[in-house]
């Protein structure tokens, strides 16, 4: 069955779901987006989900125009549409129409079923590489729509046999384009907690870890990463997934570590009975 959308409360299939030209969305990037899939059938830390995405829409004063009830309802509808046993939901509101291209009149919600793209196996087995690059996100507490430097590094990401890109500034880390980071030293969690958007799988690792760690949520150097026992990377999609290279520096010995094994092993036990 194809993916359906909801915008402004009509539903109708995502190929003919259509938004104007002069949505300030497309002409100014002001919009703001949320994502979470489902684990049979059910989505996945709905209340988490939707208060990042109310604080999302505040941080940009973006009205949101629904109710978090009406929005829970319209979201189940759209996974009974879709007819898979799991899929992911994308939550986009834009500054919707203007006349001008600068004044907003009322905004635009769209929320929209999707397949999931699950990593490969095989990298939760070997570890992913990745490239680093200075920068840090404007306003990095929302889910912008504003992914112009994960685009701009694509070709640059794919050159260098690499999945990713790692965010930092200054010495400072401080997260993937889509995903949050830790790193293992002497078996403490350590997590940056500046300049991050505090992902909903980062507080679900953070939450299963506590009785078997000791964590620290701190500004993090650059080279801390290089030098750690292990480093992992975590997002709705991800889970956790281990990091075992950042441009030429191998992490460690080079092989997914115990730790990020263990929590991948929680947090996959976690979401089998969800």
């Known amino acids: ?103 907003m009149s009322k905004p635009n919600l769209l929320i929209i079923s999707e397949d999931i793209h699950p990593v490969k196996q095989k990298e939760y087995e070997t570890g992913i590489k990745v490239i680093s690059h200075e920068y840090v996100r404007d306003y990095p507490d929302l889910k912008s729509t504003d992914y112009k430097h994960l685009m701009i590094l694509q070709a640059d990401i794919k050159d260098a046999g690499a999945t990713d890109v790692l965010f930092h500034k200054r010495g400072y880390i401080s997260e993937l384009s889509r995903s949050n980071v830790f790193l293992v030293k002497n078996n403490v969690l350590i997590t940056p907690n500046r300049k991050i958007l505090r992902g909903i799988t980062r507080k679900v690792v953070l939450e299963l870890a506590k009785d078997h760690f000791k964590i620290e949520e701190r500004n993090v150097e650059l080279k801390e990463l290089l030098e750690a026992d292990e480093a992992f990377t975590t997002s709705s999609t991800k889970k956790v ?32 009975n969800w």
């Open 1 to 103: 069955m194809p993916h359906h959308c909801y915008l402004n409360g009509v539903v109708s299939p995502v190929e003919t779901t259509n938004i104007h030209i002069t949505d300030l969305g497309l002409l100014r990037g002001y919009g703001l987006f949320d994502y979470f899939r489902t684990y049979n059938g059910r989505p996945f830390q709905w209340d988490w989900y939707w208060e990042r995405f109310e604080r999302s829409s505040k941080l940009m004063r973006l009205p949101n125009p629904i109710l978090k009830e009406d929005a829970y309802k319209a979201v189940l509808s759209l996974i009974e549409q879709c007819g898979l046993t799991d899929c992911g939901i994308r939550f986009v509101l834009t500054g919707g129409y203007s006349e001008d291209s600068v004044k």
């Open 241 to 272: 997934l281990p990091i075992t290279q950042i441009d030429n520096k191998i992490i460690a010995d080079g092989k997914v570590g115990k730790t990020t094994k263990f929590l991948l092993d929680l947090i996959n036990e976690k979401v089998k």
